[in-house]
């Protein structure tokens, strides 16, 4: 197995883990050190952003999937909820991917780096705070408009939206391991969306082969392999762990994942 496999393999488990364990940050890491690799393996400097994040969208359609199923199996995920993000977050992720391409990786990597301190600041605050658990799902038209930023927003960063979608629920009065169930399921809907933008925008010559479009292939399957193993893991220790310390942990990690991106 060479090199370059075992890296892609290292970072689905971590991914898996990140995303069923707090439905955020997986995305972001990803992004990170693709940036860093994906050069070093035939991709034009000037597009390894775009490819980055492609891929890594790509990947998170797999990792949703497997955190999505354990989350729903120990029924924390809202459906209703989920039914009424999704039409926006399909829309969203869509139309941020072809923006996207439109843009150059280096107001990319800076627009990546922005969110990575925004992500960090709002785990490290534990922001918003619980309310008291409401006894229905959120549901109306407002989630779908909210769910069209959440997606165009994703998709410019290479995330399943965990960030976004996790505090809106929080904020809504839904009991944290839901929202971040219920936002494992959104995830989906961003990923699938988004990858198929970068993959039918993305140029056709000049990438290595296995690329489809922005999506290099061997990457995200690679990824996707390993994240599908570690998601239940996650969503096990979510039920049974304690969140502030481990955001603080995760939030510093996110500053450097930020410096990361602006380095690369």
Do not use: N
Not at 164 to 177: F, I
Not at 193 to 208: C, F, N, V
């Amino acid at each position: 197995m060479s090199l370059s496999w075992l890296i892609f393999l290292g970072l689905g488990a971590f991914t898996g883990l990140s995303a069923g364990l707090l439905g955020i940050g997986g995305g972001l890491v990803l992004v990170a050190a693709l940036v860093w690799l994906l050069p070093g393996l035939g991709v034009p400097a000037d597009q390894a952003v775009h490819v980055a994040l492609a891929t890594a969208l790509a990947s998170i359609v797999f990792t949703g999937l497997s955190s999505a199923r354990s989350h729903h199996l120990r029924g924390s995920v809202l459906w209703p909820t989920v039914a009424w993000l999704v039409p926006g977050l399909l829309l969203g992720g869509w139309l941020g991917s072809l923006l996207a391409t439109r843009l150059q990786g280096e107001a990319l990597r800076w627009f990546i780096a922005a969110y990575c301190y925004l992500a960090a600041l709002q785990m490290a605050l534990d922001w918003p705070k619980s309310r008291a658990e409401r006894g229905d799902a959120p549901r109306g038209p407002g989630y779908s408009l909210a769910g069209a930023g959440i997606g165009a927003v994703s998709a410019l960063v290479g995330i399943g939206g965990g960030s976004m979608t996790v505090p809106l629920l929080v904020w809504r009065g839904v009991r944290p391991v839901r929202a971040v169930g219920t936002s494992s399921a959104c995830g989906v809907a961003i990923a699938l969306a988004s990858a198929a933008g970068y993959a039918s925008h993305g140029p056709t010559e000049g990438l290595p082969p296995g690329s489809w479009g922005y999506v290099y292939l061997p990457a995200a399957l690679g990824i996707a392999l390993a994240s599908v193993l570690t998601a239940p893991l996650g969503t096990r220790l979510a039920h049974w762990l304690s969140g502030p310390a481990l955001r603080r942990v995760f939030a510093a990690f996110l500053v450097l994942v930020g410096s990361s991106v602006l380095l690369g």
